[in-house]
């Protein structure tokens, strides 16, 4: 019986190769970035160097230039001007007036006797009789009421006019103690009533009575 025996190639096993591979590739990584680390630093300090010699190799600027100076103007004393020269007045010696002149006399006009004033007629105090200053005077109606209850008295009124001599309103009504409260409305609207038909002249205040009477014949 034949046997058959396989034989190994004799190099190392797999993982210690890519072990090793690992580890020469991670020492490179740590290389190049120890490098440029380094490298980035010591160009920025570089920088820094030239940009601080750069700064501080500055010159100064150059000083302002001083001020100009100011020279002061003196003025010279004016020279006064010649007074012209005033002769002194020479006063005339008075003159003497002799006894024999003669003395005018001047006589002042005689005063204008004052202008006699002219009288002004007064106005008449509290109102006027309508009677002789109205025209188109009318008979107030007898109110219906009291007529039916036989009322009957003298009612006095004062009432104004305006400018066209119209009936403007009473100022005053008066009632006798014939006509009760009670009907003293109805004989104030007749007689107003009766004053619209006026036209009166003269003044603004006037004042008539009104009697009101039952006919004892009917």
Do not use: W
Request: a positive charge; glycine letters at 10%.
């Amino acid at each position: 019986m034949t046997s058959i025996t396989a034989k190994g190639t004799g190099g190392p096993p797999p993982r210690r190769r890519f072990a090793g591979l690992a580890g020469v590739v991670l020492f490179h990584a740590a290389l190049i970035y120890a490098l440029v680390t380094g490298l980035a630093q010591g160009v920025v300090k570089v920088i820094q160097q030239k940009v601080e010699v750069s700064v501080i190799s500055e010159p100064p600027p150059p000083p302002p230039p001083p001020p100009p100076k100011i020279e002061k103007v003196v003025q010279q004393p004016a020279t006064p001007k010649p007074q012209a020269y005033v002769p002194p007045v020479v006063n005339p010696p008075p003159v003497v007036q002799s006894a024999n002149a003669i003395q005018s006399v001047t006589s002042d006009p005689a005063p204008q006797p004052a202008p006699t004033p002219t009288p002004v007629a007064e106005a008449p105090k509290g109102p006027v009789s309508a009677k002789g200053n109205c025209s188109g005077s009318a008979v107030p109606d007898y109110p219906a009421k009291a007529l039916e209850d036989e009322v009957q008295g003298v009612v006095s009124v004062v009432f104004t006019v305006g400018a066209d001599g119209k009936f403007n309103g009473f100022s005053n009504v008066g009632f006798d103690g014939g006509i009760p409260p009670r009907y003293r409305s109805s004989f104030k609207s007749a007689i107003s009533a009766a004053l619209q038909g006026y036209t009166c002249r003269g003044s603004t205040s006037l004042t008539q009575e009104f009697s009101f009477k039952l006919d004892s014949g009917s």
